[in-house]
């Protein structure tokens, strides 16, 4: 029976009467916390089945450590806004910046500048993919992205290389000046440090969040990109406001 019917049942609460309105509250806000326990539950197990799941996930044959879902957004996201260019920092094996790619031919626009500071040998060439080698907060790293990037526009960020939060703070606070009103910054694996996994990881992208948001005005939460109950990237899905800021939803 779901709440509506159980709140009909009840015997003797009068319709529209306070101890009704009451006991809706009470249910759904036991639904709402049996629907967060569930949520909770199957984070746990996807990300704990690694080897199963996000570390055995392929794009064109090509590792993509992403959470499935996450990636289906993604290719929402570029398709709504048709990013010119996308920056990545944190590139592994290219399957992640592949699939980027592939969606960029699917929709005929956009181009990938992806950083790591691990060099591979083998990741995929596309025409859309440039690889760049370096820590994405060194200066000169960053001096040539900016170069790569020019006025082109809307630009797109994805932060998914080292998750400790001063790292993740300070490309926050550089990557952050490249995105175009409108358009994100997406902080991956906020889900860390007990978010609900890894408890014992340590302040990480959640926390790096939560104090580069108090600095500006210019990026909100965008919780819609969260629509599948699972996320790698809870909270993490960065707006940057548009220019007229006529979007009601922006909080
Ligand atoms: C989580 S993996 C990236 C996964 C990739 N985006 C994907 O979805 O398949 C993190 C990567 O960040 C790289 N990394 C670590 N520290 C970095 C830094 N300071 N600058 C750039 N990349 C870094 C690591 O070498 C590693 O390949």
Same mark, same amino acid.
């Given at each position: 029976?779901?709440?509506?019917?159980?709140?009909?049942?009840?015997?003797?609460?009068?319709?529209?009467?306070?101890?009704?309105?009451?006991?809706?509250?009470?249910?759904?806000?036991?639904?709402?916390?049996?629907?967060?326990?569930?949520?909770?539950?199957?984070?746990?197990?996807?990300?704990?089945?690694?080897?199963?799941?996000?570390?055995?996930?392929?794009?064109?044959?090509?590792?993509?450590?992403?959470?499935?879902?996450?990636?289906?957004?993604?290719?929402?996201?570029?398709?709504?806004?048709?990013?010119?260019?996308?920056?990545?920092?944190?590139?592994?094996?290219?399957?992640?910046?592949?699939?980027?790619?592939?969606?960029?031919? @699917? /929709?005929?626009? *956009? $181009?990938?500048?992806?950083?790591?500071?691990?060099?591979?040998?083998? =990741? !995929?060439?596309? +025409?859309?993919?440039?690889?760049?080698?370096?820590?994405?907060?060194?200066?000169?790293?960053?001096?040539?992205?900016?170069?790569?990037?020019?006025?082109?526009?809307?630009?797109?960020?994805?932060?998914?290389?080292?998750?400790?939060?001063?790292?993740?703070?300070?490309?926050?606070?550089?990557?952050?000046? @490249? /995105?175009?009103? *409108? $358009?994100?910054?997406?902080?991956?694996?906020?889900?860390?440090?007990? =978010? !609900?996994?890894? +408890?014992?990881?340590?302040?990480?992208?959640?926390?790096?969040?939560?104090?580069?948001?108090?600095?500006?005005?210019?990026?909100?939460?965008?919780?819609?990109?969260?629509?599948?109950?699972?996320?790698?990237?809870?909270?993490?899905?960065?707006?940057?406001?548009?220019?007229?800021?006529?979007?009601?939803?922006?909080?």
């Amino acid at each position: 029976m779901g709440t509506p019917d159980l709140i009909r049942n009840a015997p003797g609460l009068r319709r529209g009467s306070l101890a009704r309105r009451a006991a809706r509250r009470a249910l759904e806000a036991r639904a709402a916390r049996a629907k967060r326990r569930i949520v909770t539950r199957f984070h746990r197990l996807f990300y704990d089945s690694s080897l199963q799941t996000w570390s055995n996930t392929r794009w064109l044959g090509v590792g993509a450590q992403k959470c499935t879902f996450d990636l289906w957004v993604y290719q929402e996201i570029l398709h709504e806004l048709r990013p010119a260019v996308i920056v990545e920092c944190g590139t592994a094996e290219g399957g992640s910046a592949l699939f980027l790619a592939s969606i960029c031919d @699917l /929709v005929d626009h *956009g $181009s990938i500048v992806t950083i790591d500071i691990a060099e591979y040998t083998d =990741r !995929p060439e596309h +025409p859309r993919i440039t690889y760049l080698n370096g820590s994405s907060i060194d200066p000169e790293v960053f001096a040539r992205v900016e170069q790569l990037v020019g006025d082109r526009a809307p630009v797109l960020v994805i932060l998914d290389s080292n998750h400790e939060r001063d790292h993740v703070l300070a490309e926050l606070r550089l990557y952050s000046a @490249l /995105v175009t009103p *409108g $358009s994100y910054l997406i902080v991956e694996d906020s889900n860390i440090n007990g =978010r !609900p996994i890894l +408890p014992a990881f340590g302040p990480g992208p959640a926390e790096a969040i939560e104090q580069f948001l108090p600095e500006t005005d210019e990026f909100f939460v965008d919780r819609d990109r969260e629509k599948f109950f699972l996320t790698f990237n809870p909270g993490g899905y960065l707006r940057r406001r548009s220019a007229d800021r006529e979007r009601g939803s922006q909080t």
